[in-house]
């Protein structure tokens, strides 16, 4: 079956540092790959996407590029902010019959100014 | 443009009672699916509705049963509660076989069960 793993935090950079959030997945076929945000006591919000292999999506700063020969979605940042603290989620929408989004269990990022 | 919303926001409930959870779906998107989030996990999918049928549903029992209306808002219903039913319960919506886009989330329903 489809999984998503990510690497485990809690993740505390300073202000202005280099952030890199490492995703792996495991899926049949072609899947679309997601980046979600939860701020605290917040649902998710869709950060970033990708859809098919070498996409790089993009937004708010952040950047992820799907790489279909290392099965990675790894999100990074050049330069955090004390805003930018929150969970990330790594997510993959396989289609072809499945409708579901698979997550990973989730990052916890703490920027400190 | 409203993007989906779910009431209430909050609720305790004690175990062995019954829950109705509500989702209002992002306007223009025809396709509703529940999550739980337990805390400091990633969402786990419940199951989705299209056309008021059940179209895919994840691993989780009959206790979890679900209704989508004619104008695609949907209901998650909750039998015979349990502590571990305590979770953050998440809506999202898209348009019909637009999943691979993503989906819009809400801002979810914190149950807690007591």
């Known amino acids: 079956g489809n999984s998503v793993t990510q690497m485990e935090g809690p993740v505390t950079l300073s202000e202005e540092a280099f952030l890199t959030i490492n995703c792996t997945y495991t899926?049949?076929?072609?899947?679309?790959l997601f980046w979600y945000v939860q701020y605290p006591g917040e649902g998710l919000q869709l950060l970033l996407k990708?859809?098919?292999?070498?996409d790089k999506g993009s937004n708010k700063g952040f950047e992820a590029t799907y790489r279909k020969e290392t099965t990675s979605f790894h999100l990074e940042k050049g330069s955090v902010q004390v805003s930018d603290s929150a969970v990330y989620f790594c997510?993959?929408?396989?289609?072809?019959?499945?409708?579901?989004?698979?997550f990973g269990k989730g990052t916890k990022l703490s920027v400190i100014p | 443009d409203a993007g989906v919303t779910q009431s209430p926001t909050h609720l305790i409930k004690t175990r062995g009672q019954q829950v109705t959870l509500r989702c209002s779906p992002k306007?223009?998107?025809?396709?509703v699916s529940w999550y739980q989030q337990a805390l400091g996990q990633g969402p786990q999918f419940i199951f989705q509705?299209?056309?008021?049928?059940?179209?895919q549903r994840g691993n989780f029992p009959d206790r979890f049963s679900g209704h989508q209306f004619p104008n695609y808002s949907s209901e998650l219903n909750v039998n015979a509660l349990l502590l571990g039913d305590s979770a953050l319960y998440l809506c999202?919506?898209?348009?019909?076989?637009?999943?691979?886009?993503?989906?819009?989330f809400g801002s979810g329903t914190r149950l807690t069960v007591v």
């Open positions: 997510a993959l929408y396989s289609g072809a019959g499945s409708y579901q989004l698979t």
């Open positions: 990708a859809t098919k292999a070498d």
């Open positions: 899926a049949t076929g072609y899947p679309s």
């Open positions: 509705y299209y056309e008021e049928e059940e179209r």
């Open positions: 999202a919506s898209s348009p019909i076989d637009r999943g691979s886009y993503g989906y819009t």
């Open positions: 306007s223009g998107h025809d396709t």
